[in-house]
């Protein structure tokens, strides 16, 4: 079955403490990107990647980082998390032609006290 | 830059009831446009999109949505609302040269329905 996997999909932590959300798809796809979703604020990207080892960052990537090393996976970094990041996180993927019609993953909802 | 605005961030129907959720958007180019819902505890699926060509546009689910150059509108309509139609739906443009880039997401609008 073609879908985005992201894992963890809940997590508590507490500020300053460095976590990690997986993202991962199996259709082969170029383009991933992160989106976080606030109440009143839809969806806002956070960073995109065209393809391995390229990365760019969204219109809200203060305090992430993102790698992909392979072209399945793109993980989400906090270095250092602060309540202000607490959020639901969608991980998306498309092929590149078609950037706009993304396949979203399940969502990670994420709170730092 | 281009933005989406979405009228209401909360609409509630009755079952068989027309659903009308209303999107406004502002673009200095022709604009790619689309309709994403998000059901309980999922991602966002595309519902429909507007590229070129025909200005009603039929999705999936019954939903179809009408791109009107002169209002800057692509509003989204049902003419028998579900009770599975209970959803956040989120209007986007895509901005970008030649339409096929980043996606801007309205805030969302939460269809409630009701027996």
């Known amino acids: 079955e073609a879908q985005v996997t992201q894992n963890p999909r809940y997590l508590i932590t507490v500020t300053g403490k460095k976590l990690t959300v997986t993202c991962s798809q199996n259709?082969?796809?170029?383009?991933m990107s992160w989106y976080r979703q606030d109440p009143g604020l839809g969806l806002r990207q956070i960073y995109y990647?065209?393809?391995?080892?390229?990365?760019d960052k969204g219109d809200v990537p203060e305090g992430y980082k993102v790698s992909r090393k392979e072209k399945r996976n793109f993980p989400l970094i906090l270095e250092s998390p602060s309540p202000n990041q607490t959020s639901l996180y969608f991980c998306?993927?498309?092929?590149?032609?078609?950037?706009?019609?993304?396949?979203f993953g399940p969502g990670t909802r994420l709170t730092v006290l | 830059a281009q933005s989406v605005t979405q009228l209401g961030s909360h609409v509630s129907v009755s079952e068989g009831a027309l659903v009308l959720l209303r999107c406004n958007y502002s673009?200095?180019?022709?604009?790619?446009l689309f309709w994403y819902v998000q059901y309980p505890n999922q991602g966002l699926q595309l519902l429909l999109k507007?590229?070129?060509?025909?200005?009603l546009v039929k999705g999936i689910n019954g939903f179809e949505a009408e791109f009107k150059k002169s209002e800057t509108s692509f509003h989204l309509t049902k003419p028998s609302a579900h009770m599975s139609d209970a959803a956040e739906y989120f209007c986007?443009?895509?901005?970008?040269?030649?339409?096929?880039?980043?996606?801007?997401f309205g805030a969302g609008t939460r269809l409630a329905v009701h027996p």
């Open positions: 673009s200095s180019v022709p604009p790619y």
């Open positions: 998306a993927s498309s092929i590149w032609e078609k950037r706009d019609e993304q396949f």
């Open positions: 507007y590229t070129t060509g025909a200005t």
């Open positions: 259709m082969n796809h170029e383009y």
């Open positions: 986007a443009v895509s901005e970008g040269s030649g339409g096929y880039n980043k996606l801007i």
């Open positions: 990647s065209m393809n391995v080892e390229v990365t």
